[in-house]
T-cell receptor
Framework: DAKTTQPNSMESNEEEPVHLPCNHS???????IHWYRQLPSQGPEYVIH???SNVNNRMASLAIAEDRKSSTLILHRATLRDAAVYYC?????????FGKGTKLSVKP | GAVVSQHPSWVICKSGTSVKIECRSL??????MFWYRQFPKQSLMLMAT?????????EQGVEKDKFLINHASLTLSTLTVTSAHPEDSSFYIC?????????????FGSGTRLTVV
């Protein structure tokens, strides 16, 4: 299993970039790195995923280390709506194993 | 992205009764769906993998006779909590993936809050 380690919490100011780190040193060569975020009493929302190359989409960017043992989710301009718990998850077959995640707070 | 519909969003039941939770993939077929459970202030825990037309695969420590999973069609998986007890009160969430869109990951339902009284 791709066990992940993330800081428990992070703070950001509104409209500033946020870099959320994740360590996944035990990830296998075929496991994708997924990022999801969750608001209270809601299901997780997909953010981004990647295998080896850095990835960009309308929500965020994902920077994956060359050795794949870590990755960073980048929110380019944090908004108040980005406040959530962010989970870095490893997996390839859908049986995603969630760690404890990082609770992101965004200050106006 | 794909949409996964989960129903009901919340349910309260008496101890000893059974509760069924539905998970539907809208506009796409899902041969595999996943069921998670989340206790307050904790992360999601994978309970089982639901396979269309075959038996579900349960994670270690999850009682298959208590959490019955049926995946009778390519768009519907159900989780039945049998003989529910207060300790089964939790937030249950399903997920699936539309493999036609490889640029998108897994989609989660909105969750079902189960309270057993």
């Amino acid at each position: 299993d791709a066990k992940t380690t993330q800081p428990n919490s992070m703070e950001s100011n509104e409209e500033e970039p946020v870099h959320l780190p994740c360590n996944h040193s035990t990830i296998s060569g075929t496991d994708y790195i997924h990022w999801y975020r969750q608001l209270p009493s809601q299901g997780p929302e997909y953010v981004i995923h990647g295998l080896t190359s850095n990835v960009n989409n309308r929500m965020a960017s994902l920077a994956i280390a060359e050795d794949r043992k870590s990755s960073t989710l980048i929110l380019h301009r944090a908004t108040l709506r980005d406040a959530a718990v962010y989970y870095c998850v490893g997996g390839s077959q859908g049986n995603l194993i969630f760690g404890k995640g990082t609770k992101l707070s965004v200050k106006p | 992205g794909a949409v996964v519909s989960q129903h009901p969003s919340w349910v309260i039941c008496k101890s000893g009764t059974s509760v069924k939770i539905e998970c539907r993939s809208l506009d796409f077929q899902a041969t595999t769906m996943f069921w998670y459970r989340q206790f307050p202030k904790q992360s999601l825990m994978l309970m089982a993998t639901s396979n269309e037309g075959s038996k579900a695969t349960y994670e270690q420590g999850v009682e298959k006779d208590k959490f019955l999973i049926n995946h009778a069609s390519l768009t519907l998986s159900t989780l039945t909590v049998t003989s529910a007890h207060p300790e089964d009160s939790s937030f249950y969430i399903c997920s699936a993936r539309d493999f036609r869109d490889r640029a998108y990951g897994y989609t989660f339902g909105s969750g079902t809050r189960l309270t057993v009284v």
